[in-house]
């Protein structure tokens, strides 16, 4: 985008078409120096080089006047730009991979599969926040570190798998430990911990209550939810001569100490008890834990008179030299 910083330039431009039309006006108008009395002898001589060129200086005068109304104008480009002034919430997702989540209550997929997609779209919808990964069986590991590369974040996501049969269990406060180990050093305006399980804790070293203690201690908030749900639910069984067969398991979620959790940290917990209440409980985790996003705007402007100044100047001086030279005319 194309301004000027001096706006009387209109006017000053005025001026030189009003000289440009009164000098064609008065050329138009004007009379011979030399009268004779016969100009017939004249018309048969050949027109030299110089008579077809004595409108060039008036030409190269009134451009190089326009060049210089509109340097003195001060052209100058525009380009706006933004500044993102906001500091992110970092976040980790803490999901239990052990073997009760391949019960099959959220139809048509089991409840690690399902909730998976819903941390995916979560992770796919969040900006300008560090988003982890750890998942938890009778152990807990970190799947990725804080990152605000979501795409290896998804792929690191979409890979989870349930845990070994050596490695099964459900170490809440293990998971929640690792997580919060992951989230001490960093540098957020905020720390928040989503913490998903379908069971209660039977594994670790450190029980649930001591992790929330961590947790609070260093400012993390902890958002719990339970998956499964109510009563009875169809888990699969692989049999290798009958095949696979179902068979159905009771809804083991320790919601006592999930609220716990939740309330000693300042987060909340969720149930859920099919897959689209799981997807409205990050919905609402969404909305809960957004980052305040401050633009401040501005627009820079880079000086363009160079580009008609010096053209201009050096047309006045090449008007100046062939009217003094070449084309000088006898007044």
Not at 78 to 85: F, Y
Request: with cysteine.
């Amino acid at each position: 985008m194309l301004r000027f910083a001096a706006p009387y330039a209109g006017a000053a431009m005025a001026v030189v078409l009003a000289l440009l039309v009164w000098h064609l006006v008065r050329s138009r108008g004007r009379r011979a120096s030399l009268v004779y009395s016969m100009t017939s002898p004249f018309r048969a001589m050949p027109r030299g080089w110089t008579v077809r060129l004595r409108h060039v200086p008036v030409a190269l005068r009134v451009l190089g006047l326009a060049l210089l109304v509109v340097a003195f104008a001060r052209p100058q480009t525009a380009h706006h730009e933004e500044e993102v002034l906001t500091e992110g919430i970092d976040i980790v997702l803490t999901v239990d991979i052990s073997g009760s989540m391949r019960t099959e209550d959220f139809k048509p997929k089991n409840r690690l599969v399902v909730a998976k997609n819903v941390v995916g779209q979560f992770v796919k919808g969040r900006r300008n926040d560090l988003l982890g990964l750890v998942v938890f069986a009778a152990n807990a590991y970190t799947r990725c570190p804080l990152t605000l590369d979501y795409g290896v974040l998804v792929d690191l996501l979409d890979s989870v798998d349930f845990a070994t049969r050596e490695e099964d269990g459900t170490a809440i406060g293990m998971g929640l430990a690792t997580a919060v180990s992951r989230l001490k050093d960093a540098k957020g305006k905020s720390k928040v911990i989503v913490l998903l399980t379908d069971g209660r804790n039977n594994r670790g070293q450190i029980d649930p209550l001591s992790g929330a203690r961590l947790a609070q201690a260093l400012g993390i908030k902890v958002h719990t939810i339970g998956v499964g749900t109510e009563g009875e639910a169809p888990y699969p069984v692989d049999d290798p001569i009958l095949g696979r067969r179902y068979i159905n398991v009771q809804a083991d979620i320790d919601e006592e100490t999930l609220q716990q959790i939740a309330t000693a940290t300042g987060g909340r917990y969720f149930r859920a008890t099919d897959a689209q209440g799981l997807q409205q409980i990050f919905s609402t985790i969404d909305r809960m834990e957004r980052t305040e996003i401050k633009v401040r705007g501005y627009t820079r402007h880079t000086e363009q008179f160079a580009w008609f100044l010096y053209p201009g100047a050096l047309m006045i001086l090449l008007e100046l030299a062939l009217s003094g030279t070449i084309l000088r005319t006898i007044p």
